[in-house]
T-cell receptor, first 112, second 114 residues
């Protein structure tokens, strides 16, 4: 069945360093890949997304890359700050069923 | 603009009982998605409603069901509760099927089955 693998499950970085989270999807019909940030006790919030016809998208310190051939997409956070500490989820949406499959999350800790 | 709301915040039930969870989408949104977030796991897709119809469901047994009302609010029903149903249940709303409409999540209902 459809599956999204997300790595690593936990990631600790020093403030100011970069963080990279990687996801691999199995459903070749996926055409939309959002990333969500969930702070402790709060709801997930969309931070960036990418469509299948785009290879890279950037928004200030956050960027997402997509390799459709390898079915990989990654989240890159530069110049990390303590407020970036949260759980990050990737997701892939099927273009036909509009079903979202989520990764299992990455707990990012930015150490001051 | 009010965000997605869910009720109740917490729900405690015993095994075998039924639970009803409610979700009110953002005004103008016609799509409602339901997800289960068990501890340590990602979001598992449960159900998707759009324009009052069930459009898709995830790999959950039939005792998980729901509906969407004419005002686009939705409820999730879980029958014959089992201990492993304990989780945070999140709903999300979006402008509708198709396109690349952002999902906005509610705060969730924490269901505990004893």
């Amino acid at each position: 069945g459809e599956n999204v693998e997300q790595h690593p499950s936990t990631l600790s970085v020093q403030e100011g360093d970069s963080a990279v989270i990687k996801c691999t999807y199995s459903d070749s019909a996926s055409n939309y890949f959002p990333w969500y940030k969930q702070e402790l006790g709060k709801r997930p919030q969309l931070i960036i997304d990418i469509r299948s016809n785009v290879g890279e998208k950037k928004d200030q310190r956050i960027a997402v890359t997509l390799n459709k051939t390898a079915k990989h997409f990654s989240l890159h956070i530069t110049e990390t700050q303590p407020e970036d500490s949260a759980v990050y989820f990737c997701a892939a949406r099927d273009s036909g069923t509009y079903k979202y499959i989520f990764g299992t999350g990455t707990r990012l800790k930015v150490l001051a | 603009e009010a965000g997605v709301t869910q009720s109740p915040t917490h729900l405690i039930k015993t095994r075998g009982q039924q639970a009803t969870l409610r979700c009110s989408p953002i005004s103008g949104h016609t799509s409602v998605y339901w997800y289960q977030q068990a501890l340590g796991l990602g979001l598992q897709f449960l159900l998707w409603y759009d324009e009052g119809e069930e459009r898709n469901r995830g790999n959950f047994p039939p005792r998980f069901s729901g509906r969407q009302f004419p005002n686009y609010s939705s409820e999730l029903n879980v029958n014959a509760l089992e201990l492993e149903d304990s989780a945070l249940y999140l709903c999300a709303s979006s402008l509708g099927a198709g396109g690349y409409n952002e999902q906005f999540f509610g705060p969730g209902t924490r269901l505990t089955v004893l």
